[in-house]
């Protein structure tokens, strides 16, 4: 099937609707997920910095409970007097604390004396808090936040490194990382004497983050790594606390763009990675440096990480919802292109039904050509064409008939020529035979016709051809039809079925018309010619047009033997006259 130029245009023009949707449809969605990652980075970032905001807060909510219990004078009365009944109530306010911080595996005041001796010591096991009397209470002097936060100023903190506890009798917190705060108590008239024991806190790592991140929006995952890019939290635990097991396992070798995180050439970095092959997830990580007052100070390295695919979900959803909107719009743009198409294309199919009329002969009228437009100049131009086509069509119709007119026609005396009056003949004959009549044919030859020209010249010659027919004219009757069939011979096909005798009579008045005087060179002379007429009937001087032509001429050679200036029958009886 052959496409019409207005379902190609149409088609043309809703392909490329098709492909402008489509391509913005593909754009918008790039840009969309561009943008949903950029943002899930951003809202990550900040959640890192909530995160590590908290961090401090809970250190420095550690800081002020070990504060008030190294400043409190029941410490001093269990440090320096070993008074039972302060330990108690110091041991039930220690339960208060881990009551109300979960995240406390441990809560402890150690003497500077008896090798680190605990006095008071409150440890969570199996959920329920537990108080560790007597001769299960150990000596603890050899410990770095025993043996360094001694030699710290009043109210300086000391911080642990982050670590797997495998202290022992440390209850839940046993083979847990945990990070241990302890804080240096001074009798309050000697802040700058020697330190009387310390006052510790073991902190749940795992529970600590949980619940700190516990309100940030899900599914977040939480990583966790030291100054030194050691992975303390990871959802792989068999990555963190590699140290711990004598190996390395370092948040830079997982995700190289963190080694600037690491080495403090920028607090905070965000990044694709990949969890395992078929997960990959957007982070965001914030370095924290150590809080004012700790020592030492201890950086931590946090991150949050979502899976891409949650983030991008709605780019799905933005990629449905743009490609259900691109199949409408193609389709409508469809229906507008083919109606633009229809209309552009309707004056072309009126202009080539035009045109393909003209051919045919029709003239259109109903052409497009009050358009301001390329096709209004084209309808105009074609009317312009039709109407000289038209004029010369016409002229080239006068031409063809001014030409049949001389083929057929003597130039001299506008007479029917010979082969015009044998048609004629001939179509008389037809009729004349049809209808059982007769036809009568005169054959006319003028007597003394070339002594004129040999005398008066040729130009008056013609006149005088001129003034014979003009005199022949006037004595026949208007159906009579005389024509030259070339020289000074002429013919008439007389009109009717006539009589012998009204024949007769019409050949003597043709020789009398003919036989006066004609005047020629301006009427200053005359002439005189005569004729010799011969008469020939159908059918029985000749069946066909020659014959009877032949007839006639025949006769009229008879009349000029007779002596001219009379006529001849053809046929043997018909009478003869001068
Ligand atoms: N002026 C003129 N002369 C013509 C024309 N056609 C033929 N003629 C001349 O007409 C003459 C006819 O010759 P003829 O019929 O022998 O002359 P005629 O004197 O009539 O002779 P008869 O018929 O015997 O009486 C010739 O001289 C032709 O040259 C024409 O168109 N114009």
Known sequence: MKLRMAHKLALLLAGIGLAAALLMAVLAERVGRTLLVEGAQEALLTSTQVLARRVEVMQANVARDLRIVAEHPLTLRVLKDNEADAADRLA????????????????????????????????????????????????????????????????????????????????????????????????????????????VINVDLRNTFALLAQDLPKPYQLFLANGEGDILLHPDAALTFGFDRGERHLIQSSMPALAAVVDGSTDHAVLDFNMDTSHPMVAAFTRMDGAPHTAPPRTLILGLAQPAREILARAEQLRRTLLGLAVPVALGGLVLAFVLA??????????????????????????????????????????????????????????????????QHDSLTGLPNRRFFMQLLEQALVRAQRHGQTVDL??????????????????????????????????????????????DEFVVLLDGALEQDTCATLAAKVIELISAPIAIWQGHTTVRVGASIGLARYPQDGRTAYELLRSADRAMYAAKEAGKGCWRFATSGGQSAS
């Open 92 to 199: 039930r306010w220690f339960e208060v604390s881990m009551h109300s911080q979960p995240a406390y595996f441990q809560m402890r005041l150690i003497s500077a004396a008896d090798y680190g001796l605990e006095r008071v010591r409150i440890d969570r096991h199996q959920g329920q808090l537990l108080r560790i009397e007597d001769d299960a209470l150990q000596e603890k002097a050899h410990f770095p936040y025993v043996s360094e936060a001694l030699a710290l100023p009043a109210q300086e903190l000391f911080s642990s490194e982050i670590a797997i506890n495998h202290e022992d009798g440390a209850h839940d917190g046993l083979e847990q990382p945990t990070a241990i705060f302890s804080m240096p108590v001074y009798a309050p008239n000697a802040p700058n004497g020697k330190a009387l024991g310390v006052v």
């Open 442 to 487: 005169m054959f006319i030859d003028l007597d003394g016709f070339k002594p004129v020209n040999d005398q008066f010249g040729h130009e008056c010659g013609d006149q005088v051809l001129q003034t014979v027919v003009r005199q022949l004219r006037a004595g026949l009757r208007e159906a009579d039809i005389l024509a030259r069939l070339g020289g």
């Open 342 to 407: 229809r209309t552009f294309t309707r004056p072309l199919a009126q202009l080539e039904r035009a045109a393909h009329g003209f051919g045919q002969g029709d003239v259109a009228t109903d052409l497009p050509i009050d358009r301001h437009d390329e096709i209004g100049t084209l309808a105009r131009s074609f009317v312009h064409m039709q109407h000289c086509v038209g004029n010369q069509l016409q002229t080239l119709r006068e031409n063809q008939q001014t030409l049949e007119r001389l083929s």
